[in-house]
Each structure stands twice: as C-alpha cells, then as structure tokens.
C-alpha cells in the first residue's frame, strides 16, 4: 500500500519530504522577521542621526556666515534664529535645540516652544572655552585673539546641541538603547 504521493519501498523516509517546508519556514520565520525588524530600526536611528547632524551643522555654518550679528545687538535674535534652525530643519518642532552665542544670549527650544535666556553683552567679548559638548565652560572674557590654553585662539563661539526622540520598532529587545538621539559642536565664529 502507498501513501500518496510517497513511496513504500525501502528509504521512503527520505523521499516523502511533505510539509516539511511549511515546517521549516514556521520555524525560522520569526527569527527571520526580528532580524529584519532589527535592521530597520538601526536604518532608522541612522537616517534620523544623519538628519539631525545636518540640522546642527546647517545652524553651526549660519552662525559661520553671519558672525557679524554676534555682539550685544544681536546676539538674543541670533540664538533664536539658530535654535529654530535645528528644531524646524525637517517639519515643525522637528527636534530640540540647545543654543548659547559666545557664551551669554541662549535659546532653548522644547516641543517647539523657544524659550531665550542669557546675558546678550557676553557677546561682545572674546573667550576661551573649555570642556566638552555635556558643558562648555566659557571661563573669563579674553583679549579676541590672545593663544588659549588648548591651542586654539581666542574668539567669538557659538555652541548648538540638538536632540530628537526616537522609538524604536523592538524597543523591548533593548538592539537600539537610545531613546533620544543628541548631535552638538561648537562653532568659532571669529
């Protein structure tokens, strides 16, 4: 007697082979599809990192094309200008931004409200600033010019931070651990 499809002679086992593609595919399709998840969540993060560097370097080479506006005058509109920048660079409220002109008029923007700060007449000095993008430390007003201490030349700066939420597909498995994607530099303008 023969099972259809199958044969009943000696090594059938081996030549009636029904469903087991079916099986197989069960199987390994969940790996599969957390592998895929997984690389479009990392293709995500990147595209949404590229985008937000962009925003934070389009800012950083504003503030490069317009270091005259950096002095008391106009140093309040020129943050505002520059945290909308990068928290408007692709679409409304976009991202968050975090900006400080030669360390005295700031502009924070969160959830697309802008929020200035700071002390406008520190942007007619010269500084030398230290430490790194978590805090920059503009210490005392410098003769512009002078060498400072890490090499550099005293001047007119302008640091720009951005940040961006971002939730990713398999958050649960912990593949992509940021939930807020950040991009800073510091730009010397003189």
Avoid: H
Wanted: glycine share 14%.
């Amino acid at each position: 007697m023969t099972r259809r499809g199958c044969d009943s002679g000696r090594g059938s086992w081996f030549r009636c082979r029904n469903g087991t593609a079916a099986v197989e595919l069960a199987l390994i399709s969940p790996v599969f599809l957390t592998l895929f998840a997984g690389v479009v969540d990392f293709g995500r993060a990147y595209r949404a990192e590229l985008q937000l560097s962009s925003a934070v370097a389009a800012a950083g080479q504003y503030a490069l094309l317009n270091v005259a506006n950096i002095n008391s005058t106009n140093a309040a509109s020129m943050a505002l200008t520059l945290s909308g920048i990068v928290a408007n660079s692709n679409g409304a409220a976009w991202a968050g931004a975090t900006v400080s002109v030669n360390g005295g008029s700031t502009s924070v923007v969160s959830g697309g409200v802008a929020t200035a700060g700071g002390v406008a007449a520190n942007a007619d000095n010269c500084w030398c600033p230290t430490g790194g993008v978590a805090s920059w430390n503009y210490g005392a007003a410098v003769t512009c010019g002078r060498a400072c201490a890490g090499g550099t030349l005293a001047g007119k700066f302008a640091s720009i931070t951005g940040t961006r939420a971002f939730s990713a597909i398999l958050s649960s498995y912990g593949l992509i651990s940021k939930s807020t994607l950040s991009q800073s530099i510091i730009v010397q303008a003189q």
